[in-house]
C-alpha cells in the first residue's frame, strides 16, 4: 500500500525555480508572495486552509500567512535575496493549532536561509517601499494579504512600478520537471489504489454517501489528507449532474455509478474519472456508451502532441463523438452540422492541465510542448437515457506524444 505522508519533492527544484524567476525580473525588483490564509466558513470556523499555489510553487510552504520575499539588487546571483516570514513558535497557540513549522524545518523544505518571523514583516516591506524597488507580485492572488498589501503600495505611490508575475509564473508552472511528474504519479497511485478498494465493495442499493465514504477514506489512509477536490460520487440519473454535490441517494441495480477523484501527493494533484456498474456489469447501452468514451479518448490522446492546442483537441474528439452518437441514433444522419448538434451531448472540455492546481494554470491558447501533464476527460450525457458519464485519466506529454500516467478503465 502506498503511503504518502509527509512526502515532498526536493528542495532543489524550489532553488531552480526562484532562480528561473530572478533571471527573469528585473535589477531593482522584490516579489513579494503570499500563502493566505483559509477563509472563514462561519464565525470562528474556517475552511480547511492550502497555501497559495503560486507562493508554494517557489517555496514549498504549506503554513497559513508566510510571506516570500525575493530582492533582486543586480544580475548577479549573489546580489538576490530570499526571504521567506513565517509564525514563530508559539507553545500556547500551539496546543490549539498544532506545532509550527521551525525555523530548520522551512529552511529544509524551501532551500531559503534566511527566515524571519512575521512581526518584522510590516516594517521591512515599508522599507523597501521607502528605498527605490519596484514590487512584483501574482495579480491573481485574491488573498485578503495581497489586497492590504496593494493599499500599501498603493499609498506609497510606487503602484506605476508594480509588475504582475503571473504570466511568466504560468509559463514555468504549466511545463512539469521529472521531480513533479513523480509527485503526480504518487497522487495517480493513491487515488488508483483507493478506486481498486472502492470497485470491490459496490453492490446495488448502496448510497452515494458510502461510495463518497469509502474513496474518501482510502485516499487518506494512505497519506492524502487534503485531496484535489471533494469526490463526486453520483448515481442513475444523478450521473446527469456534471458536479453533483449532494450525494445521498440509493444506486439501483442496473445503475451506473460515476466517481471522480484525486489524491494529492507532496502537494500536487490527479484527477481520474470512473464509471462503474453498481451490479459489476455493464448493460447494452452503458456499455456501448463506454466503448464511445473509452473511443474519444484514443483521438484524444492522438491528438495531444507537441505543437497541437486545447481547442484542436476538442474539436477532434468532438467529431468522434459525433460519429458514434449517429451511429447510436442520437444525431440523425440527415444532420448537416454534427459538430454543433454534438453540443446537446458533450457539455464540457476533453482536456484540462493539471499540477498544483486541479485545474492548474494555462494559457488556453497555449501550444503543447514536452513536459505538460493533462488530465483527459471525454464525457457523454443522455439525458433520453436517463444517465451519462465521463472516463478520465492523467496524461504526460513527451517529444513522443502523450503517455498515460494512469491505468486506464477497461
Ligand atoms: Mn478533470
Redesign the pocket.
Known amino acids: 500500500m502506498i503511503d504518502v505522508t509527509g512526502y515532498r519533492i526536493p528542495q532543489s527544484e524550489y532553488l531552480k525555480r526562484r532562480a528561473s524567476l530572478f533571471t527573469k525580473i528585473e535589477e531593482g525588483t522584490a516579489v513579494v508572495l503570499f500563502a493566505g490564509k483559509a477563509p472563514v466558513a462561519s464565525l470562528d470556523e474556517a475552511y480547511p486552509f492550502l497555501a497559495n499555489r503560486t507562493f508554494f510553487y517557489f517555496c514549498g510552504i504549506e503554513q497559513e500567512n508566510s510571506v516570500l520575499l525575493l530582492i533582486k539588487r543586480g544580475n548577479a546571483p549573489e546580489d538576490w535575496e530570499e526571504r521567506l516570514y513565517i509564525f514563530p513558535r508559539e507553545p500556547e497557540k500551539e496546543k490549539w493549532t498544532g506545532r509550527r513549522l521551525a525555523t530548520e524545518e522551512a529552511e529544509e523544505i524551501s532551500g531559503i536561509s534566511d527566515i524571519r518571523t512575521l512581526d518584522l514583516l510590516d516594517k521591512e516591506l515599508d522599507d523597501l517601499l521607502g528605498e527605490s524597488f519596484n514590487i512584483a507580485w501574482d495579480e491573481t492572488d485574491i488573498s485578503p494579504a495581497r489586497a492590504a498589501f496593494g493599499k500599501k503600495v498603493a499609498e506609497s505611490d510606487r503602484f506605476d512600478s508594480v509588475t504582475d508575475i503571473s504570466g511568466f509564473v504560468t509559463m514555468l508552472r504549466v511545463v512539469k520537471s521529472p521531480a513533479e511528474v513523480d509527485a503526480i504519479t504518487k497522487a495517480i497511485q493513491v487515488t488508483e489504489e483507493a478506486l481498486a478498494v472502492l470497485e470491490q465493495s459496490l453492490y446495488p442499493g448502496m448510497r452515494e454517501c458510502e461510495v463518497f465514504a469509502i474513496q474518501e477514506a482510502e485516499m487518506i489512509k494512505r497519506g492524502s489528507l487534503f485531496q484535489s477536490f471533494s469526490t463526486i460520487t453520483a448515481g442513475g440519473k444523478n450521473t446527469l449532474c456534471l458536479h453533483y454535490p449532494t450525494p445521498t441517494e440509493r444506486i439501483e441495480d442496473g445503475d451506473m455509478i460515476q466517481i ?1 477523484t484525486g489524491a494529492r501527493a507532496g502537494g500536487y494533484c490527479s ?1 481520474i ?1 470512473r464509471a462503474y456498474a453498481v451490479n459489476g456489469k455493464r448493460n447494452e447501452r452503458q456499455q456501448a456508451l463506454f466503448e464511445l468514451i473509452c473511443e474519444c479518448k484514443k483521438t484524444a490522446l492522438a491528438t495531444i502532441k507537441p505543437g497541437s492546442t486545447i481547442a484542436k483537441v476538442n474539436e477532434e474528439t468532438k467529431k468522434t463523438a459525433a460519429a458514434g452518437l449517429r451511429d447510436l441514433g442520437l444525431i440523425p444522419h440527415s444532420e448537416k452540422n454534427p459538430l454543433e448538434a454534438v453540443k446537446k451531448y458533450y457539455w464540457h472540455n476533453t482536456l ?1 492541465h493539471m499540477g498544483l492546481d ?1 485545474h492548474d494554470v494555462c494559457d488556453r491558447e497555449m501550444v503543447f510542448v514536452p513536459g505538460m501533464v493533462f ?1 483527459v ?1 471525454p464525457g457523454i450525457y443522455i439525458p433520453e437515457w436517463g444517465f451519462g458519464f465521463r472516463v ?1 485519466d492523467d496524461v504526460l506529454l513527451s517529444q513522443e506524444g502523450a503517455r498515460y500516467l494512469s491505468h486506464p478503465q477497461s
Open positions: 471522480d484527477d474519472s484540462h486541479v488530465a476527460e478520465e
